[in-house]
């Protein structure tokens, strides 16, 4: 891909590019928790977005995308969101960096990646990190490794119109090979948590649902959990998320008030504790317990939160009582992509036979796997 990737750029503006990347994540549990500042524990994964890149004399910015074999071009003091999706994802990086920094000046850029998009695999958040990564280096801008997360984050705010919190990014960022990340959205203090899946593998199951829907009903969730928030702030004015509140507050406050919104939150504060419960598990080797933490969050996501959808319930589902398998649930936002699988490493075959066939003659659609393997965050690629 690098190969072809700088053949395309050299052949489209006749320079050398430097080249950068960034992968795409999974989540091992800790759903929509980071924007109520709770936790979260993604993984970086072999899967990364590409970009070539070079300077240019004039303001211009010429962006290439090999994937949908189109060109765009804008000027650098005319920045704004435009009608083709993919260009937004780079465009709304420079636009949060010209608003702290004149270094900027005209660039071109060729994106190429392998992240499937769509999946809940955090493709977007991976570009979006793979050009901050790209332009901090370019222009010497001196930005630090969560800045860069941040900018990010806040490109996907305005330009692609998701009030999404800060996992993905970071997760981007910041990946470890053979480690998933806890990470206190609160604090934003972090550590690397060796995962050592002891025979079993992180297979994705994608459904391969376009999730049109998603972003509307996502922005509405975070609506109803700053709405618990202001209920309960209402008798305890020092909550300022849900990380701060408390089961007994949700009962005395915000059940009565609004049952629906009540539902949601008390998802996000179970959320919180499952997490840690798991991340408990995995560290002490206990595939078992963790598995267990995997289905409830997906119960949750599914019938409190209400961001699931038939195909992802009938894929985990499908699971629940295979041996193999140690846990399952939904991944990222919901309404489709991916479910992330914990799966014993010899039985994968036989369960990839079994499952495709069923969802097609279910569920009436193509079921696409990846095995994922954990990776570095956002790099340089040398050579
Ligand atoms: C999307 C968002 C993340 C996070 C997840 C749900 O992936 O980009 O910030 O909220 O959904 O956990």
Same mark, same amino acid.
């Given at each position: ?11 489209? @503006? ?5 080249? @950068? ?10 759903? +929509? ?62 636009? =949060? ?42 222009? %010497? ?28 990014? @970071? ?39 376009? +999730? ?6 996502? !922005? ?13 702030? !209402? ?35 179970? #959320? !919180? ?6 991340? +408990? ?13 995997? @289905?409830?969050? +997906? ?22 009582? !295979? ?21 014993? #490493? =010899?039985?994968? %075959? ?34």
């Amino acid at each position: 891909m690098i190969v072809q990737l700088k053949k395309k750029f050299t052949a489209l @503006f006749n320079t050398e590019p430097l080249v @950068f990347q960034s992968p795409g994540r999974v989540n091992i549990i800790g759903e +929509h928790t980071d924007y109520n500042k709770g936790f979260v524990l993604p993984a970086a994964i072999d899967k990364a977005s590409y970009v070539a890149i070079s300077k240019r004399e004039d303001e211009q910015v010429i962006l290439y995308s090999s994937l949908f074999n189109k060109q765009v071009a804008c000027d650098l003091n005319n920045i704004k969101p435009m009608q083709e999706g993919w260009p937004n994802y780079i465009l709304g990086v420079v636009n =949060e960096l010209r608003k702290s920094t004149p270094k900027l000046t005209g660039f071109n850029l060729v994106l190429d990646g392998d992240v499937p998009m769509g999946a809940g695999l955090s493709s977007s958040a991976s570009v979006e990190c793979a050009v901050a990564f790209g332009l901090n280096h370019l222009f %010497e801008l001196n930005l630090s490794p969560i800045e860069m997360a941040l900018v990010s984050q806040k490109a996907e705010h305005n330009f692609a119109g998701v009030m999404c919190g800060i996992m993905d990014q @970071f997760a981007s960022v910041f990946g470890k090979k053979d480690h998933a990340i806890q990470l206190d959205c609160r604090s934003m203090a972090y550590d690397y948590i060796p995962l050592d899946l002891k025979g079993y593998k992180i297979l994705l199951l994608n459904t391969n649902v376009e +999730h049109a829907l998603a972003s509307t009903e996502y !922005n509405i969730r975070r609506q109803q959990c700053e709405q618990g928030v202001e209920i309960v702030r !209402n008798h305890q004015e020092n909550v300022e998320s849900l990380r701060d509140v408390t089961m007994q507050m949700l009962d005395s406050y915000v059940k009565e008030w609004d049952d629906e919104v009540y539902t949601k939150c008390k998802y996000v504060v179970e #959320e !919180n504790d499952r997490l840690l419960a798991a991340v +408990h598990a995995l560290q002490n080797g206990d595939l078992v317990t963790l598995g267990k933490k995997m @289905f409830a969050s +997906h119960d949750g996501l599914s019938n409190m939160y209400k961001v699931s959808c038939p195909e992802l319930d009938y894929l985990v589902e499908y699971v629940r009582s !295979n041996s193999a398998v140690a846990g399952a649930r939904m991944m990222g936002g919901g309404f489709g992509g991916c479910t992330i699988n914990l799966v014993k #490493e =010899e039985s994968i %075959e036989e369960l990839l036979a079994i499952i495709c066939t069923d969802y097609q003659k279910n569920m009436g659609r193509d079921l696409s796997f990846y095995i994922a393997e954990t990776a570095n965050g956002s790099s340089e690629v040398l050579g």
